[in-house]
């Protein structure tokens, strides 16, 4: 027999029954070098033999499957580990405009709730043992107490005038401002799609471009328009200032060194304002705080002639400052017409203060009667918006306020009707109830609240450019840019009621009419002259006595003075 080597394992060559059946009985024979086994292996061997026993060869085979997996698993796992360590080695990329990236992909880790801004902060270790510091967060908002008076506000009906049937103010519910200032996000919201945006330098304009632009805001073609409302997570676009070495610098709209430094140093909230051709009267800010009276820029920017008067007017010392407002003198405007150059700060403050966080811009002819962080707190931190304005307090829709505008003589009839036509022709539509939640298409621009976030930034700089390019007119041009910029990023706009506005400025005439209506006004009644004698002059009656005498009377006396 040859069967000597074949042992008496039945996993190999069949099971013991089968083997009975042919006759042949496999026997063990010692081999001609006696070699003692080790012990592990018969343990091993006594093992299998015992598993076998007492389990079919299926069974066998599916736990020795189920034991190779796990150890698959363990390992796999084991891998896992080592690239999350490593992953928190990956450094986080810096952009612009002050937005960090969210390159994790665990969810958002800041949050606010209960009017207490809650940060959850965890520090890896990577390999060599050092802290890596925590992925960025954003803010998300937060929600007043349920039993919080500004959570029951509503809105009472205006009071029943007729003599007053135009535009009033309505009540507002702020927070105090210690409780507002403890809201402000230690943290930017989270700009959709946009982190990087960058503008454009040009030292060699190229002026033939289909129409419109300047050489203040450049000369985009309408290829480059619509790339710019093309939202992608890094963008470059117009956005005034196209030369020099940087805004208010060799630029246009220029601006001495020490007052741009000193706008630099602006890290926080800045309030801001502009009077051009001495065309207002400048207004300072009311019920404003000691502390936001230690920490808001007020900044006001003015031309030479606007300078030349406050100086006459209030004495302009070396300080710069008059009240709160630091005074700005504006060189080198871009445009022959002021309204044109005061759009310039009221949409470009992100590039003029290129290091504050909040902004709130009102037009020259309006006073400040709130503080900078309870309309802050309201408008923004509260709803959770990167932008908000009010909307226009009788008209919803672009078409009309266009007639308006031309009724009224605000600019050129053919330029507005050039720059409506050529909207209609993107898709402009009437405003209706068919664009809810959209509340308006029309805003009161005079009073803008922001925060400089890469999205609301890109947003005044496409609007600023519709401004360039057609009308001055820039109530025109809102939704348009508004409604693109909201299509590619899912990004919204907070317009509030134009009463709420009313409550924290409120609006002067400006100087021109102020002149006019001083000329309309009645002359001043001049002193009575000294009483005479009455021996030789008897008293004659007054108009009083003469009202008191009876119609009859009256009627002959009428009668009888012909």
């Known amino acids: 027999m040859s069967g000597g080597s074949l042992g008496i394992r039945s996993g190999s060559y069949g099971s013991l029954g089968q083997q009975l059946q042919n006759g042949v009985l496999p026997i063990q024979v010692p081999s001609a070098t006696k070699t003692k086994p080790f012990k592990t292996f018969k343990e091993k061997e006594t093992f299998l033999h015992w598993i076998c026993k007492f389990a079919g060869r299926k069974k066998v085979g599916l736990l020795l499957l189920f034991a190779i997996s796990a150890a ?9 580990k080592d690239e999350v ?29 209960n009017i207490r801004i809650h940060n959850l902060t965890y520090s890896p270790v990577n390999a060599e043992g050092s802290e890596v510091p925590p992925p960025p967060s954003y803010f998300l908002g937060y929600t007043l107490p349920a039993e919080h008076p ?4 509503t809105l009472a009906p205006p009071p029943a005038d007729k003599k007053r049937t135009g535009p009033r103010p309505c009540p507002v519910c702020y927070l105090p401002v210690e409780e507002a200032v403890a809201l402000m996000p230690k943290v930017p919201s989270f700009s959709p799609v946009l982190k990087n945006l960058t503008y454009i330098y040009e030292e060699n304009l190229n002026k033939e471009t289909e129409f419109g632009g300047s050489n203040f805001g450049g000369y985009p073609t309408l290829k480059q328009r619509d790339d710019s409302y093309d939202i992608r997570e890094s963008m470059n676009v117009h956005c005034g200032f196209v030369k020099g070495t940087k805004p208010g610098h060799g630029t246009g709209f220029d601006i001495d060194n020490s007052d741009l430094l000193e706008m630099e140093q602006c890290h926080g909230v800045v309030v801001a304002s502009a009077i051009f051709g001495a065309f207002d009267n400048m207004l300072q800010p009311k019920n404003i705080s000691k502390y936001s009276e230690q920490t808001v820029c007020f900044y006001m920017f003015v031309d030479e002639e606007t300078k030349s008067d406050l100086e006459t007017e209030h004495g302009l010392n070396e300080s ?21 150059n005061g759009k310039i700060p009221k949409f470009l403050l992100h590039r003029l203060f290129p290091n504050a966080r909040f902004s709130l811009w009102i037009d020259g002819k309006l006073q400040l009667l ?13 709803k959770n918006a990167t932008f908000a304005i009010s909307r226009h307090y009788r008209r919803f829709d672009v078409f009309e306020e266009a007639d308006a505008n031309k009724a009224a003589r605000k600019y050129d009839n053919a330029s507005i009707d050039f720059q409506i036509d050529f909207y209609k022709k993107e898709g402009l539509t009437p405003y209706s109830e068919a664009k809810l939640p959209i509340t308006s298409d029309v805003p009161e621009g005079c009073a803008i609240i922001r925060e400089h976030v890469p999205i609301s930034n890109l947003f005044t700089c496409l609007w600023f450019n519709e401004i360039d390019r057609f009308t001055s007119r820039d109530q025109l041009s809102f939704s348009t840019v508004r409604d693109r910029v909201a299509a590619k990023s899912n990004w919204t706009v907070n317009m509030f009621l134009d009463c709420e506005r009313r409550n924290f400025v409120v609006q002067k005439h400006h100087k021109g009419v102020l002149a006019v209506l001083a000329q309309m006004a009645p002359p001043a009644i ?20 003469i009202a008191s005498v009876s119609p009859k009377h009256r009627r002959d006396w009428r009668v009888g003075s012909r």
Not at 150 to 153: E, G, K, L, S
């Open 72 to 80: 698959i698993f363990v390992w796999v796992l084991y891998l896992g």
């Open 85 to 113: 360590q490593e992953s928190y080695n990956v450094p986080i990329p810096k952009v612009n405009d002050c937005l960090p990236l969210n390159n994790s992909r665990s969810p958002l880790i800041n949050g606010v709730q």
């Open 150 to 153: 500004c959570n029951t506000f």
């Open 320 to 340: 710069k400052k008059i009240g709160l407002w630091r005074i700005v003198v504006a060189h080198n405007l871009p445009y022959t017409n002021g309204r044109r």
């Open 370 to 382: 709130v503080d900078p962080y309870q309309i802050l707190e309201r408008f923004l931190w509260r």
């Open 526 to 545: 001049s002193p009575p002259p000294p009483l005479l004698s009455l021996a030789n002059n008897p008293p004659r009656k007054s108009s009083l006595e």
